[in-house]
């Protein structure tokens, strides 16, 4: 047993508890013990005096291997974006390249905080390779694009990494549909049966920009949602990426099937997409799970500055100072995160629930004077404060150190894809 001694805790648990003086302790993957202070006899004690420790973060929604578009394709509005930019730039990705992607990205995931992923790219094995490489976790799968004439290949694909990963402890898969308007609807109906079939979840983009959500009603006379609910994609837990332009009765809908909404807001804004209405989902009791989609829409996969961002914007878009509190957006990115994505044994410090965590220092200036503890952690603190991440018992990054990963490798090996392939 290890325990994490005189640490303040964040535990997001069932009464948000903060703890200023707590012990935390952990067996094997699990958490055995998080509360105030106690003494702990037979146990590898960790000193963590000035320390804070929170749940690992969960990100709802991330195309891993898009880091290495990082700063490639900028400025633009999103179907330019996607048809100009990125879509080209994809089509010369081999496995390599997406392999490199995952790694760099499953590195600044594990120096973010993050221990827990959904992601959609091409080839869900390659992530899951990354993710387990890296001691990470997380749902992959591999996408289908309904208009690139492939999909029957790709959905093959997708049943066999099920199989494959069926019961490995890290790993679970998805039926991942790109979006309503790069499949037909009878494609749609067609994954969200082999989706019950194979017993899997469903991720999709949904409702992400104005012109996306008004063409969908246009061709079916339904919104993304409630087309998907005729199509039968709700009837698994489905996972729907952005919702910025969502109804309140789809919202009824989504709320009725337990269907998540995953919220990217840093990646919302900087295409000019929108802000979806958080506030109102939260309200009417809708999944959510923060997320920062892929990181040449954000441009980072921190989870720790996307937090500020969903306490933040909710703000200043309703003009109301109450919109989205400090417990809420710790919630986001952490246990109703976990809860949304079908993850129930993670996201909150509390003993039986996997130890996914991290330990910040309070040494920066941000940190003081140490007040309330989660308030700092939302609006001053930073994943620049993390010292350590664990996953699942296992440390990952220790005070500059990457156990599972070798930075330098990674770092020159997307650093020649993009001067051979993508530059
Ligand atoms: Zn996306």
Redesign the pocket.
Known sequence: MTVYQHAALITVNDNFDVIPDGSLAMEGAYITYAGPYREFEEAEIIDCTGKVIMPGFVNG?I?MPMVLFRGIADDLRLQEWLSDRIFPLESKHTEKTQLDGAMLAALELTRTGTTTVND?YYDGDIVARALKAAGLSGTVCSCLIGVSGNSDRVLAESLELAEKYRNDPDIRTSIAPHAEYTATAAQLEKWARAAKDSNQPIHI?CSETQSEHEECIGRHGLTPVALFEKLGILDVPAFL?HCVYVTEDDMEIMKAHGSAALHNPCSNLKLGSGIARIPLMIERGVNIALST??ASSNNTLDLWEEMRFAALIHKGNLRDATAVSVNQALYLATRGAALALGYPDRGALKAGLRADFTISATDAPTFRPITDIAHLAVYSGNSRDIEMTVSGGRILYDRGTYTMLDKEKIYADCQEDYEKIFR
């Open positions: 929604h195309h959609m983009h990426a989609d892929g």
